[in-house]
Every structure is written in C-alpha cells, then in structure tokens.
C-alpha cells in the first residue's frame, strides 16, 4: 500500500476557529473516510477540537491531534511573527511538515505570518528565485491557476519563469489528464506590449513551450483571464492581488445589485419559484467557497492559505484542495518543471 | 449669452461607423437641440453623414459638417500614425480643437493612433509630468473616476500626484456639487503596503489634502474600487488596464452565465415574465454603454475615446459626456488643481 496522504491542519487560525475549521474537517471526513488513503494532523487546543469533532464510524488512524495552547493573533506582523509565533498552532503545523510528518499545510490565520513562517520554516527550494502566492478561478471551461496574487510584489523576468513553472505543476497535480496552458497577464495581445520583463519573459516562455510541461499561448488581457483558453495565468503580485480582488469586487457588486432586483417586490419574489434550480446551480458554478484555498508554492512543501472569513463549507474545499494537490504529486511535479526550464535557459 | 460648447466629432472611426455614430448624433439632438447650447462639428464623408442625419426640427445653428475624405485604418500603428493620418477625419477633429473652434474631440476609432496625435497636435499642458486616460466606473454610491487606463505603463510619484489631480479635476466638472475623493489602488490598506513609489505618493497626497481639491482617502484595495467611498482611483497605467479588463471580464463572465440559468428551461422563462422590470432596472444600472468613453486628460484640451464596438446608445453617451465636461468647466478645473499641487511641492 502507498503512503497516506498527511495533511497538516491549523485548526485555530480565521474568524470562529476552531468551530469553522472542525466543522469543515467533519465535512471532508463525512465524505471521504471510507478512502482511507489519508491522515489529517489536527493542531490547536486538543479539548475544544475533541468536543466537535464528529467520531462517530471514523477510523481513528485518519485523525492525529496534536495539542498546541497558543494561537497566532490577527493583529501579529509579519516583523514579529517569527519571534512570537513558536509553537503556535500554525506554526507546530509546518514545523510537523518540515519533520517530514506532514506532506502540506493549511491554515486560515494570519497571512503575512503564515508566509514569513513557511518560508523561514520550510525554506525556499534551491532551484527557485522566488516562492509565490497561487489561486484558483472559475473559467467557461472549468479551472485555471493564477499566480502571484501578492507574496511579491517586484518581479523580474526569472520570477515570471518559474511561477510558470509552478503554476504549470500545480495545474497538473489538481488536473492529471489535462495540459497546463501558460499566459502572461498584459495590457494587450501584441507582441510590441507591456515592460521589458514581460517581454523577455515571453521569449523564454516560447522557447520553453511544449507538451510535457506546458504550452505557451502568449499574453492574456484582464478580461480573458475567465475565457479559459488559458489555464495558468502568470503576472507579478502587486498586478495579480489587484485583479484577484477587483473580481472578487466586481462581482460581489454584481451579485448584490442581482438580489436587490429579485427581493425587491411580491413578483420578483414570486419569479424565485420558478427559477429557484436554475438560479441555484448558477449560484453554486460561482459559490466563491469552491475557490478557497491560496496554495504558496516554491518552499520545499506547499501552504495552503484558507480565507479567514470563509465557513465550514469553504474550509472543507481547502481541506480537499491540500488532498488533491498531494494525491497529485505536485511535488515531483514542480521538480520536474524546474529541471525542465533550467535545461533552457 | 455664453459661449457654446463646441464638440467635434470623428464619424468615421469604430465598426458601423458612421452609421452607428450618426445614429448616436440624432440620439444626442433628440435630447439636448432644445438646449441650443452647443455646436457638434462632425467629421467625415459629407455625403455619408448628410443621408443619415436627421435634421428634420433640428436647428441648423447646432450641426456643423466638415467633409473628411480618409479614415484612420483600425490596422494603423501608432509609430507610423503621423505619416499615414493626416487629414483623415480623426486627425482634422484635434486641429479643429487646436484652432479653438472645438473645445473638445470625441472618436472611436484607432486607440493608439488617437492618444499619438492628440498628444502631437494638441501638446501636454506644461504644469503636467505625463497625460492620463481616464474612465468612469459604477460604483454603490454612482459613478467613480478611475485613471490611468493604460495610457502610461510605468509612472512615477510625480505621476501619481498628477493623475490625481487630473482626476479630481474631471470629477468635479462631472459633478460640480460632489467632492473628488482620492485613494491610491494598493496591495492592502496599511501604509506599509506597496511600491516605493506608492508609498511616496501617499505621503504627498496626505499634504495635499483638502476640501477645496480633493479628499486624500488613503489606499484602496481592487475589491473595494466599487465601493463608492472613494470617488477617484489613482494607478498606474499597467495596473488601471488590468484592473478595467479584469472587471469588465468578470461582469461578462457572470452575466453571460446568469441568462443562460435565465433562459434554460420553460419554468425559468416564466420567471422573466415576473422579475422583467426588476431585471431591466438592474441592467440598465450596470449596462456598460452609460460607462462608454475614456478621457484623455493632461493635454492643452480634452480628447474622448469611445469603445470601437459600441452601439449608438453607447455612442450616444460618449456625446453626452463630452457635453457635460466642457459644461463643467473641465479645463478651469485642470488648472486650478495642479496650481494647487505645484504650491506644495
């Protein structure tokens, strides 16, 4: 039998932690015990997590708790962090992860924390310039990634490389049967656009391109980043955090003005009979929760980050992503990629 | 009796034009001739606009048809765009301007060529580091002037301040009763957040503060651009590009899926005949057309680009927009506010 999937699990970081996250950790173990091809690492005040936690028909060997009494405030900087954050919960996880305990993090604390933590823990891989922030959209054609959303804000055209390099491996990992498809996020299609680094970068991205590690398909403009035709998105993370939540605003803008219009009177409401399954499956193609899960990549071991504000639903999906993205040996994946793209340049 | 606004306008640029530009014409006359306090000068092929204007009680006084025989190609580069544009209808609407006959030119075709020879003709105000494009954005309280668009890929603090300024400038002459409130777009709200150049700017912004310009609001991030708390986003031109598209992409990809779910079935086609006028309320509070125009700014005079691809509402509205920039005196506005940004400096 193969090695079990372990994953690390904050259990105290986010808003109403640890009932959120227990409550999402009963979810994903509702759902997928009768695998058994998993452990999940527990971290956080072993009492509290005991008393919500769902045991009933549960193979004791999938849950490992592991006490930790102190937890990583909201209100640490990422300065401080390192000298105020041992033994935390979040930290005991990644410090299990670097034991080799643990193949994956995940944690909906303190972001600028878990970042300094992870890296100055886990350390960078040596073949990478840069670790980098990740994500997933929805697109008409199913998921994409895209990365920097924000762990560097400067980037240069090595950077800009590797992310595609470990976008192209987590696109992979998550989709094992499909082909990751690589474009720069510009301010237009032609090849005259954008800065010095784009550029450069685009022409070591085309010598690179091919079946094994990733196509190149050329720059990509804000308002294609949905069309699908590409599926991991590049970009720096001052640009990539920008776009990421001017989504995010545009369409809780989007959403809001929606239901204002359909709550507004007794025939809008009335309408609500007759579209309810339709508007329903609408609404969960888009449910934001199905997203969550920011997955820091280039460290020797991925991250997950969980929005803080997500519910238990929304933290079962970053449970499930940490699963996936291990079953899919993201790993070797990114090993893999690196090779390939110091072999050219 | 004051002087008259004097708009001249390129009807030749853009797909159906000038079809769909003199169907924007008759639109504008149809609302505003009982005004009479305006002139459009319309450029291009006399024969052309004269069939399809419709005159019919329309004072002669507020039409004036300049006949342009040559069309700025849409394959048209900007490098070769001084050679190969001039005398095309673009080219003669910004001398009519240059000449003081126009106060302001309105075109939908060619982007680059547009902000090339404007910038040739009509020369960047000397008190201004760098000309802006700027657009309006809905947001929960209205609308919001959110620059630069792309004009400038790269910029400096001294830019930043500039479009500002410039910004400001244009939301009080669009709304002469509000208040221009100006925030930074930035990675995150605290000031350690950003770019150097970010930073620095902020600081200037914070001296520059007041009621008689504009309102420094401090940073703001993508996911609340639409917000309405600030009236005026400041960036730079790579990231306001992305940020514009991005948006534009994310309502597109919602808005698409929403009347596919709306239209899928017989029950949820019942639905509409219930929630229709709720439903239209709600597009047209965000149909894009009435955002239709981005400003040139910075320059010894406006410049408007209309969409390429819009219709003649959208045309319409562009029109409109040119009206009530120059009745808000937009180039009073411009001086006085970077007067005030020189006394700090």
């Known amino acids: 039998m193969s090695k079990k999937i372990s994953i690390a699990i904050d259990a105290m970081g986010g808003d109403n932690s640890p009932e959120k996250?227990?409550?999402?950790?009963?979810?994903?173990l509702d759902k997928n015990a009768y695998k058994g091809d998993f452990i999940l690492n527990i971290f956080g005040k072993e009492d509290d997590i005991n008393k919500r936690l769902k045991k009933t028909n549960i193979n004791e060997n999938l849950i490992n708790i592991i006490h930790s009494n102190t937890v990583v405030s909201d209100k640490e900087s990422p300065m401080t962090a390192v000298k105020n954050s041992k033994n935390t919960s979040m930290w005991n996880c990644i410090n299990h992860q670097l034991e080799g305990k643990s193949d994956i993090s995940l944690s909906a604390g303190n972001t600028g924390v878990l970042l300094v933590i992870s890296r100055m823990i886990l350390k960078m891989m040596s073949e990478v310039s840069k670790p980098a922030l990740a994500g997933l959209w929805p697109s008409q054609s199913g998921t994409s990634v895209v990365l920097d959303l924000g762990a560097n804000i400067e980037c240069n055209t090595?950077?800009?490389?590797?992310?595609?390099?470990?976008?192209?491996?987590?696109?992979?990992?998550?989709?094992?049967?499909?082909?990751?498809?690589?474009?720069?996020?510009?301010?237009?299609?032609?090849?005259?656009?954008?800065t010095e680094i784009i550029k450069s970068a685009s022409k070591k991205l085309k010598d690179l391109s091919n079946e094994n590690n990733f196509i190149y398909k050329g720059y990509i403009e804000g308002n294609n980043i949905m069309s699908g035709n590409s599926n991991v998105i590049v970009t720096d993370g001052f640009t990539g955090n920008i776009a990421l939540k001017t989504a995010e605003g545009t369409a809780?803008?989007?959403?809001?003005?929606?239901?204002?219009?359909?709550?507004?009177?007794?025939?809008?409401?009335?309408?609500?009979?007759?579209?309810?399954?339709?508007?329903?499956?609408f609404r969960d193609k888009l449910d934001p929760r199905k997203y969550n899960g920011a997955i820091f990549l280039g460290l020797n071991g991925p991250v997950v980050k969980s929005h803080g504000g997500i519910d238990p639903i929304g933290f079962y999906y970053s449970i499930d992503l940490c699963y996936?993205?291990?079953?899919?040996?993201?790993?070797?994946?990114?090993?893999?990629?690196?090779?390939?793209?110091?072999?050219?340049r």
């Open 21 to 28: 996250t227990i409550e999402g950790i009963n979810i994903f």
């Open 158 to 194: 090595e950077n800009l490389i590797d992310f595609s390099e470990l976008g192209s491996a987590l696109f992979k990992s998550l989709y094992p049967n499909g082909t990751p498809k690589v474009s720069l996020l510009n301010v237009g299609s032609e090849e005259i656009k954008g």
């Open 252 to 281: 809780s803008f989007i959403t809001k003005n929606l239901k204002k219009s359909l709550t507004e009177n007794l025939f809008t409401k009335m309408s609500l009979i007759f579209s309810y399954f339709s508007l329903k499956k």
């Open 324 to 344: 996936k993205i291990i079953k899919g040996n993201l790993m070797s994946q990114i090993r893999k990629n690196l090779k390939h793209s110091k072999s050219v």
